[in-house]
């Protein structure tokens, strides 16, 4: 099979924005490494302020900004978890994985190992990450804890994602600065082996959407687990089709690949 990518703009980002990241997979340098080659558009789109991700994540309710971002590749993992001013939180992650004896750092100890593996201070904060909180403070009149139901009907997305297949190896990583709103410290799927990703012998899968609903199905393995019993798009969709939140997944196996979700969710793909 060729080797491919796929890469997603998050559950919720319009399909105008296919040719954004079509032009990302254009311009990433190709290698034969399924972890950097499955890294190297996530940092694209960290950089690019139009993601939930990196430059121009969401930020919390106290307007601060936590990242979260995963790599997996063979069974090796590493994620980062509510990690702040870092540039690119997957590039940390896969310092996690590689670097440390350790496959989770969250906090004040996933940042404070970024810098001892050299990653700059750096605010992802933009404009207009900071106007959203503000428009949303403003029509709720909150500044605490949303309640429940305002909390699930306003979320979206924009979180980024990434799966290879390089020589029959596969490799899958996430970045993203959560959903929308959220406390300080929540946690979500993306940085949650099985959960917001996975990747294994028979494949790679990786969700976006609201990461709760996501994280308590362990979506990406429950996909990853059933490889080879159906086709890959079967599979998928009756997953996807399960929820009554947004939720959208790409996967690549050995021969199959698909971007598929309940609400817009804009992709690229690439044969190389
Ligand atoms: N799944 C992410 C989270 O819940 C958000 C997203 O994919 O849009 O943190």
Redesign the pocket.
Known sequence: MENAILIHG??GSPYSMNSVLEDILKNIKFENNPLNMVINPVISMEDNLLF?AGTGSVPRIDGSIQM?AAVMSGREFGSVICIENVKNPVLVARDVMTKSPHIMLSGDGATEFARMMGHEYYNPQTERSMERLRKFMEETGKTGMPDKFKFLEKKT???VGAVVRINGKFAAAVS?G??FPMLRGRV???PIIGA?IYAGDKGAVV?????EE?ARNLLSYSIYSQIGQQSLETIVKREVDSFAVSCGIIAITGDEYISYSNTTMAYAYREF
């Open positions: 998050g559950a939930n979260d997305g924009d979180t993203t959560g959903a979500g799927d993306s917001g969700a976006t959407g609201i990461g996501i």
